[in-house]
């Protein structure tokens, strides 16, 4: 284990009033000037990897933490500390199958927030559950992943409907697979129609410059 | 909408002791000599594809239906209905990530699966709640998709520990992705040392009839 991470277990909320809750930690980390990024996906669709990328192209810019959230394993954090060098926290949520403000605060406190302009919390890979807490952040994001087929909006509405944007990784294999891109932005603005959508290969990095300057705008306007 | 397809919105269940309540529905079904399959993955890992390509190949021989259950929509069970032919029912989960005994129970009322050897219960897409509630199933078998990644027995424990098999889909990608066979193998085995693995494609059907012998194998084994 590197010295840029550390795993703590999270423990279950004792608040009744998560949407207050949130509010509160929005509100906290406004006045630290910290932007936090909730991302969230299925299993499997890159959120490490898309993280990773968007990393390497914004570190010299603003300072940037994560929290990596799993059931178990320490799998991503590794990853995201290895790779990239900054500041990661494993949170282990026990089997819980999603973040919720008090469960982010705890982590938050750990990663020392104030030092940062973005926070980053990888949540627990889920398309259901994460969508219905909310975690305090400034700003929900989704993943969907090619292979996972175009239909998601339709299928997890709520995920769809909750998000500012909607990244589509894994675009390097879209011939192999009946993926189509008309249909996925029509399905999403069904959901939301003001969700911005950014098509990314996290594997050889097409897409990825228009994704992180959308991103560093949005920190950037949230902190000053 | 096909005849042979419904929808049914299920209720939340009022039984504390969803163990029990399993088991007591596990016990109907083996009385009435019917075999119900609990399919499990991730959005996206092709769960009904496999499941058109089993009905296919089984329906010849034993008497199947089908339970598609889904927060929302019915993209899944008008797949199943208009390429199968099969008597399908659609669960809607009203935003539910899993089911459980009970819900499973209105399901199988709706599908008469007295008159079924095989009944299949396509649970919601979700690699993490399904995976702790028992739905009377006489079986559990979970789908894991190349693109999601070798890692996932590790990142999702507990649904490895509770299938008796787990289905590799997609292999017909494997060229493209970074996905170590032997590795999900070893992976798997440190959850559930029994768990039978089956290498997959349902676009191509290479490896679906070993899967499907096997299958048909338990139910007869089951019913008789």
Redesign the interface.
């Known amino acids: 284990m590197t010295d840029k991470m550390k795993i703590i277990e999270v423990k279950q909320s004792v608040f009744a009033d998560n949407d207050a809750d949130a509010e509160k930690l929005r509100q906290q980390l406004k006045g630290e000037k910290t932007f936090l990024l909730n991302l969230m996906s ?3 669709s890159g959120k490490t990897s898309v993280l990773v990328q968007t990393i390497d192209r914004l570190k010299d810019d603003i300072k940037i933490g994560v929290m990596e959230a ?4 320490d ?2 954090a590794r990853t995201i500390a290895e790779r990239t060098g900054v500041k990661t926290i494993q949170l282990h949520t026990g ?1 819980m ?1 999603h973040l919720d403000a008090d469960m982010t605060r705890q982590g938050v406190k750990e990663l020392e927030t104030g030092e940062l302009d973005l926070a980053v919390l990888e949540n ?6 994460p969508a ?1 807490f909310d975690t305090g952040a400034s700003m929900n994001v989704c993943i969907l ?5 175009h ?2 909006p ?5 995920m769809f409907t909750v998000c500012d944007a909607m990244i589509i990784n ?1 675009i390097d ?1 879209l011939d ?2 009946d993926f189509d891109l008309d249909k996925v932005r029509e399905y999403a603005y069904k959901r939301n129609p003001d969700i911005k959508i950014f098509p990314v290969s996290a594997k050889n990095g097409e897409g990825m410059d228009e994704w992180c300057k959308w991103l560093k705008e949005q920190v950037c306007k949230w902190n000053s």
């Open positions: 299925a299993p499997g799993d059931l178990d394993s799998v991503d089997g199958c627990v890979g889920n398309l259901v559950c219905e992943s090619v292979p996972e087929g239909d998601k339709l299928k997890y509405p709520l894994k294999v192999y697979f």
